[in-house]
């Protein structure tokens, strides 16, 4: 089970965290990722991590300033966004797919778990 968490109303500029919380399964056996879908569009990629936190991807329209990253121990995923935009404005889903080796998964095809999603709206 995927819960996240941190979504809400934000000003243009301004920054959050999202937070994915797991459960059931050993968390570190799990490349995650973050996706969005924002009204009337197709879901779509943002972030993703491999299993031990080594290995990074992103959405080219949020490198630089946005953050993936893990905290294992904790079971739990995080996705800063700094600098948001409207244009940010979606609800954003993690997902967990097992892994064996330390690959980063970019498509949603890609993962078995998600989680329920998160809101975020972003004003200007």
């Known amino acids: 089970q995927l819960v996240e968490s941190g979504g809400g109303l934000v000003q243009a500029g301004g920054s959050l965290r999202l937070s994915c919380v797991a459960s059931g399964r050993p968390f570190s056996d799990y490349g995650v990722g973050w996706f969005r879908q924002a009204p009337g569009k197709e879901r779509e990629f943002v972030a993703a991590i491999s299993r031990a936190g080594t290995k990074r991807d992103y959405k080219e329209s949020v490198k630089g300033r946005s953050t993936i990253s893990r905290e294992n121990v904790k079971d739990t995923a995080y996705l800063e966004i700094k600098r948001l935009k409207p244009e940010d404005t979606a609800v954003y889903f993690c997902?967990?797919?097992?892994?064996?080796?330390?690959?980063?998964?970019?498509?949603?095809?890609?993962?078995?778990?998600w989680g329920q999603g998160t809101q975020v709206i972003v004003s200007s």
């Open positions: 997902a967990a797919q097992h892994t064996v080796t330390g690959a980063v998964i970019t498509t949603d095809s890609g993962y078995t778990y």
